[in-house]
Structures are given as C-alpha cells and as structure tokens.
C-alpha cells in the first residue's frame, strides 16, 4: 500500500478536462489504439462497468483499463444507466460496448450488462475509479479456481487537498482489518461493485437484484453464497483506486473512521455468528 503518495501509474490517468466538450480527439484517438488491441471478440472476461453522469470519470476509468495486461481475453461493456449529462456521447467515442439503461439502480444496470456479457467471468468495475494493469490477472486467478464464485479486490482513496495520502492509508489499514474479521461469516459486508468478480452463469440464476437489503453489490455476493465460496483478493499490486468523494459525506477522514467504527461496533457480535436468517433484517447504509 502507497503510504506517503499516490501511485505513480495513476497520474496517466488524471486528465485535466472537467466536461465533455473540453476532451480532445487526441486523446480519444490514444486510448481507442489502445482498445483495439487488447479488447477480443471472444472474451473469456466481461468487464461490466455502470455509469451514471460520468462523462469524464468514464474516459478515466477506459483509459486505465486500456492498458491492461492480461493473460485472458476480454471485452469492456459500459451500461449507461440514465444519465443525463454527456456520458453516452463520451461512451460512443469510445471503442467498447455499449449499452442503456433506464431503470435506475446498480441492479437493473448490471443485469443488462451480465445479459449481454460474452465471457465467462464477470468482472464488475465503477466509472470512477481507476484500475491497475494487472486486476484482471489477479482476480481471474483466484474467480476461476474450483468451487469459487465470487471475488472482491480491495481499494485505496487518491489523495488530494484535505486528504493526506498518509491518513488515507491509516483509514485504509484499519478498514482492510475489519474487512479481515467480517469475511469469516459476512463477506457480502465487504463487497463492493468497484472491484468484484463472479461466474455468470451464477450470476444470471441469481437474475435481477429486486431486494436491496445492503445494496445490490452485498445482495449479489450474499445469493451467490449458496453457489460456492467467496474469495477476497488481498494483494496490495491489484488495489483499485478512487477518488475520496465517499469521505466527504461525512465531512473529514476522522468524520469518516467515526461514523463507520460505530457501524462496526453494532454489528461486532452479530458478525461472530454463522447463521444466515437475522440477515434479513440487517443493513450496510
């Protein structure tokens, strides 16, 4: 884990233009030459990605995902879940697949993108985040492995102006300790859409996430439970990185660590038990 900066390959990636308009062809001339090359019309990988009013993050998050280096072949699909600013126009500029949806929600989004998905394995990422070149490696590793049918990565925040990369770091460590305690019984608590991985054949069963007791990402990965194992990715090299827009609701990196301690604290025992029925009730908000 980056203690003291960020990660240097990420800075390919922070492009200065704020709108659509302001993006030059150039730019999306570079990372289509990228995309044609490492994209296949055979993939054994879909790459899910939802986005809603992302028209610059999206080329972001593309741009990182056009260098990656993969052992599996892969195709991207971008679901356009009914944004309202310049997201498709930035998508269709794009050499990647993709699609719109207008029902609102991680769920309607994802199930349109698993439907359409030629790989094998899905991997789910978000619009705003960026990805190392070795994540699809790192997460078909362990995903494709007997009797496993979902994966989760870890991730780090980008530091800026307020937020320190060392106290972003602190908060990370202590986050991937609780993480650590949780998977034993309640994996779903720690799976996130931003870097999850699962068999889509799984993935279709399952079908359209109409309950939203912890959001769709932790329902998926809790229905998927009666399928096979949850596996976390914990190496450090396939973190995906994010901006800290999440911390900023509650106002400071402290106000953050606060607000999720208590959370913890709630559910500390809960968490020691294996049985599945009090989930019902139980909530990750």
Request: hydrophobic residues 35%.
């Amino acid at each position: 884990m980056n203690i003291l900066e960020n990660p240097k390959w990420i800075d390919q990636f922070q492009y200065p233009q704020t709108r659509f308009e302001e993006i030059p062809q150039s730019l999306f001339d570079e990372i289509n030459a990228d995309l044609e090359n490492i994209q296949s019309p055979e993939p054994v990988v879909s790459v899910v990605i939802t986005a809603w009013n992302e028209e610059v993050n999206i080329l972001r998050c593309i741009g990182s995902l056009s260098k990656m280096k993969s052992l599996h072949s892969f195709e991207i699909i971008v679901v356009n879940n009914n944004s309202t600013d310049n997201t498709q126009k930035t998508l269709d500029k794009l050499h990647v697949r993709s699609l719109e949806q207008p029902i609102q929600g991680c769920g309607p989004a994802r199930q349109l993108g698993q439907e359409n998905a030629l790989g094998k394995y899905i991997l789910t990422a978000d619009a705003d985040c960026l990805y190392p070149d070795c994540w699809i490696d790192e997460m078909i590793e362990v995903l494709s492995k007997p009797n496993v049918v979902c994966v989760y990565g870890r991730y780090s925040f980008i530091s800026e102006p307020g937020y320190s990369r060392w106290k972003l770091a602190l908060f990370e460590s202590m986050k991937d300790v609780v993480a650590e305690f949780r998977h034993v019984y309640r994996p779903y608590f720690n799976c996130y859409g931003m870097s999850m991985g699962y068999v889509k054949e799984y993935g279709l069963k399952v079908g359209f996430i109409t309950i939203n007791r912890r959001g769709e990402d932790g329902q998926l990965c809790l229905d998927l439970m009666k399928y096979g194992k949850i596996k976390q990715i914990k190496t450090s090299k396939a973190r995906v990185w994010t901006g800290p827009r999440t911390l900023k609701l509650d106002g400071s990196i402290s106000g953050a660590l606060t607000a999720r301690l208590r959370k913890e604290l709630k559910r500390f025992f809960f968490n020691l038990h294996s049985g599945l029925p009090e989930d019902k009730n139980a909530s990750d908000s």
